[in-house]
């Protein structure tokens, strides 16, 4: 089972980036999908997930308005637009696919917003 992020890098304080995470191997209903993140010296945080076959989203307060998480299931991709980005976003994102009793996650991208 493979989870891997890519779309991440350096933006301008304002810009946009799309991450993309490609799922592969997984077995099993996929119940939860959804990204974290993690600043430097602070624990990782949900920023969005996706729940019952895209019915329901959730997305932190810090985010909201600004970031939408998607889900392709032709592709095994789960995708995460991040629009008006802000210095405060700049972390390591992690995605997390749950199916079953079993937890997925990614190795994480780096996303680094400057002023």
């Known amino acids: 089972v493979q989870l891997v992020e890519s779309g991440g890098g350096l933006v301008q304080a304002g810009g946009s980036l799309r991450l993309s995470c490609a799922a592969s191997?997984?077995?099993?209903?996929?119940?939860?999908m959804g990204w974290y993140c993690q600043a430097p010296e602070k624990q990782r945080e949900l920023v969005a997930a996706?729940?019952?076959?895209?019915?329901?989203?959730y997305y932190s307060d810090s985010v909201k308005g600004r970031f939408t998480i998607s889900r392709d299931d032709a592709k095994n991709t789960m995708s995460l637009q991040m629009n008006s980005l802000k210095v405060e976003d700049t972390a390591v994102y992690y995605c997390?696919?749950?199916?079953?009793?079993?937890?997925?996650w990614g190795k994480g991208i780096l996303v680094t917003v400057s002023s």
């Open positions: 997390r696919i749950v199916a079953g009793p079993v937890d997925y």
């Open positions: 996706l729940h019952s076959g895209g019915s329901r989203t």
């Open positions: 191997g997984i077995t099993g209903s996929i119940n939860a």
